[in-house]
């Protein structure tokens, strides 16, 4: 075969297979570039995901916050007195029923009602022995009415402490849901900046091992090309030396 045929074939020979390590980079390269934007696209539809999930619990917890917030505002105002001192509330409450230091409003409609019954009773049960409008009969109505104020006082009292009781016990509820609530959302909070952390790093750690293999690709491309190169290059000296050799 002719030397120039021989050193024509082995050019292209050289040639052909630079071309296919290009190719055989670019395709690695290429590939990195999909799986990079897939790496990419999943990153974030997990957070797209992570930060819906992430609402939805807000969302739910709203209505707690802000109930547990109405009832600590209302604590407050019944604990505050003038110059940031603490308020006993119930001793407010209980002024607020008329039943400050002890004492109730003798005109309430029920204790009035009672006070004549009783009066009234008494009155016939002297006059059927004849006793009418003496000192004891005068006695006995001022202690059955001192008892009776006595008996309505702790009658109102005890509804007024049920009742306040009731209502700061409503609050108490209210603020400790509230709170709880709070605690919960925080704790979910820090997992979704967790998750959402761990998101990023996996995003980057998968980046980064797709930029090192194309990094790889490219070097091994080059490589190829240049082994191509040479090995022609070889083959057309060794194509020389025969030449020579036998010319």
């Not at 019944?78 to 400050?100: E, R, T, V």
């Not at 230091?101 to 009155?123: I, S």
């Not at 979704?192 to 998101?199: C, G, H, P």
């Not at 990094?215 to 190829?224: F, L, M």
């Amino acid at each position: 075969m002719p030397l120039a045929v021989l050193a024509g074939a082995s050019i292209l020979g050289g040639a052909y297979s630079a071309k296919q390590a290009r190719k055989s980079a670019k395709a690695q390269v290429e590939a990195g570039d999909r799986a990079a934007a897939l790496e990419a696209q999943s990153a974030a539809d997990q957070l797209k995901l992570q930060r819906e999930i992430w609402e939805k619990q807000q969302a739910d917890y709203k209505p707690y916050l802000e109930q547990g917030t109405y009832g600590i505002s209302r604590l407050g105002d019944l604990m505050k007195q003038g110059q940031g001192q603490l308020n006993n509330p119930f001793d407010s409450y209980l002024a607020s029923k008329g039943l400050a230091g002890g004492r109730f409003d003798t005109n309430n409609p029920a204790y009035q009602f009672q006070l004549k019954q009783g009066q009234q009773a008494l009155d016939r049960s002297a006059a059927a022995r004849g006793m009418g409008y003496s000192g004891a009969q005068m006695k006995a109505a001022q202690q059955f009415g001192q008892g009776l104020a006595s008996q309505q006082y702790d009658k109102e009292y005890n509804r007024a402490n049920n009742e306040f009781t009731d209502y700061f016990n409503r609050l108490a509820s209210l603020s400790q849901g509230g709170q709880q609530a709070a605690q919960s959302l925080g704790g979910l909070g820090s997992n979704y900046s967790l998750n959402a952390a761990n998101t990023f790093a996996k995003l980057s750690n998968a980046q980064t091992s797709i930029l090192g293999q194309q990094a790889n690709a490219r070097a091994s491309g080059y490589a190829g090309r240049a082994n191509a190169f040479n090995q022609g290059l070889g083959n057309m000296i060794d194509i020389y030396g025969i030449s020579k050799k036998y010319g």
